[in-house]
């Protein structure tokens, strides 16, 4: 797909200016504003060995149809069952086939907290996941400005949600330095290429201070994969594709859990 960010970049920008002739700012911000009980996701997955953020994934730009006939809310009670420490719900339509309706019924669904897991490049959309009951936002530094992203970390902690800080290699990590987030994902995909390494988390992690949380994401696929990450110090994962395709997921989320437990 050539450069996979622009074009999706591109494409969100015109979601967002739809959304907003919908819905204007400021009804959006009243909405995002009301009083509401978050679950705190940071501490969702500070509380297990190892912590799978599972992912609601109908679709993927590279893999197409994962699950096209998914049932979010069913989903995420496998998941739970499954012992997943957190949600991630893909919203973006064109592309992943996700929706903030899915984010809703998966919340609505279980007691886990919830990412909106997203291409997020305006304050509208942070509101916009307030007011749809998420918990916590991903944040991508490759698509997104110092200035941006300070402002969007602020705008998240003032709506009482966490942020996943989203890197790919030590530029990324050179850019968020500043903001010390207390959770950064580290992606083993890379989104211009859809090139998938692996190792790619554990070696950027290594740039990163002490006691940051780092989630690995993208990969995960066999038990082994979790043992590699935990070696080099990596206890929490964003899992979506090889449990959506996965016959029994909630089976599949158990043998994650429980190579770390052998490890």
Do not use: W
């Amino acid at each position: 797909m050539g450069d996979f960010l622009k074009t999706i970049v591109e494409h969100v920008a015109g979601v967002v200016e739809a959304s907003q002739r919908d819905m204007p700012l400021a009804q959006m911000r009243d909405l995002a504003e009301a009083p509401r009980t978050t679950r705190n996701f940071s501490d969702a997955l500070s509380k297990a060995p190892v912590a799978i953020i599972a992912e609601v994934k109908r679709a993927s730009p590279s893999k197409g149809d994962l699950a096209p006939d998914l049932d979010a809310a069913e989903m995420a009670q496998t998941y739970e069952e499954g012992g997943a420490a957190a949600l991630s719900v893909l919203t973006e339509a064109r592309y992943f086939k996700g929706t903030l309706k899915d984010l809703k019924a998966a919340r609505a669904a279980t007691p886990l907290p919830v990412l909106r897991k997203e291409f997020i490049i305006d304050p509208y959309q942070i509101y916009e996941a307030a007011a749809a009951g998420a918990d916590a936002v991903l944040l991508i530094a490759r698509i997104l400005e110092k200035e941006k992203l300070s402002e969007f970390l602020s705008l998240v902690q003032e709506l009482n949600m966490d942020s996943l800080v989203e890197i790919f290699d030590e530029k990324d990590a050179e850019k968020i330095a500043p903001f010390a987030p207390e959770l950064v994902g580290i992606n083993n995909r890379n989104l211009k290429s859809f090139e998938t390494d692996t190792t790619r988390a554990s070696r950027i992690a290594r740039v990163l201070p002490a006691e940051t949380q780092v989630v690995a994401a993208s990969g995960i696929a066999r038990a082994d994969d979790i043992r590699r990450h935990l070696d080099s110090g990596i206890s929490c994962f964003l899992v979506g594709e090889s449990l959506v395709r996965a016959k029994n997921p909630a089976m599949r989320l158990r043998q994650f859990i429980a190579a770390g437990e052998r490890s």
